[in-house]
């Protein structure tokens, strides 16, 4: 097997940015290393929203205007489980339902993470390979004003308003990279951190025994996307999150972050000014638009990434 792709990826940016990565290069080249801290049992069921956004989105069902979930779904279950007193706050779909049954049936029986995960892509016709971080249980927690809260209670029940003064990640001394996540790293012609949340999205997978280390060594070229665009993070809390931990929302402070292992750093075009200091942590710097407005956005991050890691085009369809 030729060296392989790796990508480190959260929910919604990496997602989108994956998807034009896998119109300009072959996904089956493609490993992608997902975040499992967004992870929680909810109602009984085994959720891993931001397996299940990349997963979606590459398959092409994903609910891209809502930013989770499957395009078209309806929400007629909520309904039936709020009559039997059971919580609400965090809005499932009836189809997306199927993959949390899957799922936790399947982790029920003894199968693992990315085992399960394997067949959800399978299922959905998606062709890269998508892997869990870890099988083990792995747990972002923040701590905000309003106490230590789980990751999804203060990302959709309370919607990042709680002021966040630190991360943990609980389980995160125990939990044993999921097979194939090292050796993908260490076998890769090239690794991608994808323009994710710095903190809550590669920071857990950063966090895992090893996987760090693997970055360090591996002899492929690391290229990371920058999630913060002009000081605001494209989606989500990147920028409130990294202020209310002391660290400065700029393009440059992601790369700080980043400096132990990337080779390149990929900023946009208003962030152009911020060069010098990219430069000066030692690595290659990359301005280019970075904004996945539309598909044709997504395609022309994807093959400016491609062109700099100077990766094989995806071969043309036999007709
Ligand atoms: N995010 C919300 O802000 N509110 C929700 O009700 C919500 C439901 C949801 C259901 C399934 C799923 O896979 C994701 C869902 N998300 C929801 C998104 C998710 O919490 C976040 O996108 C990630 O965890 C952050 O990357």
Request: aromatic share 6%.
């Amino acid at each position: 097997m030729s060296r392989g792709i790796v990508a480190l990826a959260g929910g919604v940016g990496a997602a989108r940015f994956l998807s034009g990565l896998c119109e300009v290069v072959d996904p089956a080249e493609i490993t992608i290393i997902g975040n499992t801290g967004d992870d929680m049992e909810w109602n009984g069921l085994s959720i891993s929203p931001d397996l299940d956004t990349v997963a979606y989105t590459l398959a092409g069902v994903a609910d891209e205007e809502r930013g989770w979930g499957i395009r078209g779904d309806t929400y007629e279950s909520l309904g039936w489980m709020a009559r039997y007193g059971m919580e609400t706050w965090f809005k499932l779909g009836d189809r997306d339902l199927a993959t949390h049954c899957f799922r936790t049936d399947a982790l029920r029986r003894g199968m693992r993470l990315s085992e399960v995960t394997r067949r959800i892509c399978e299922g959905l016709g998606v062709r890269a390979r998508l892997l869990p971080v870890t099988d083990d249980r792995l747990r972002t927690r923040v701590e905000t004003s309003d106490g230590i809260l789980e990751f999804q209670k203060y990302f959709a029940e309370k919607r990042c308003e709680p002021e966040v003064r630190g991360i943990l990640f609980d389980g995160v001394e125990t939990a044993r990279p999921a097979p194939g996540v090292l050796d993908a790293i260490l076998d890769a012609v090239a690794v991608i951190v994808c323009p994710s949340n710095p903190l809550i999205s590669i920071g857990p997978i950063l966090a895992v025994a090893g996987v760090g280390e693997a970055l360090r060594v591996t002899t492929a070229k690391v290229l990371a996307i920058s999630p913060i665009v002009g000081g605001r993070a494209l989606k989500g809390p990147a920028d409130r999150m990294m202020r209310g931990l002391g660290l400065e929302s700029s393009a440059a402070a992601v790369a700080e972050l980043y400096r132990d292992f990337a080779d390149v750093f990929v900023l946009d075009k208003v962030d152009k000014a911020e060069r010098s200091r990219v430069e000066a942590l030692g690595m290659q710097a990359l301005v280019t638009l970075t904004v996945m407005k539309n598909r044709a956005a997504r395609v022309a991050l994807g093959r400016a990434v491609a062109g700099a890691l100077e990766l094989d085009p995806r071969p043309e369809p036999t007709p």
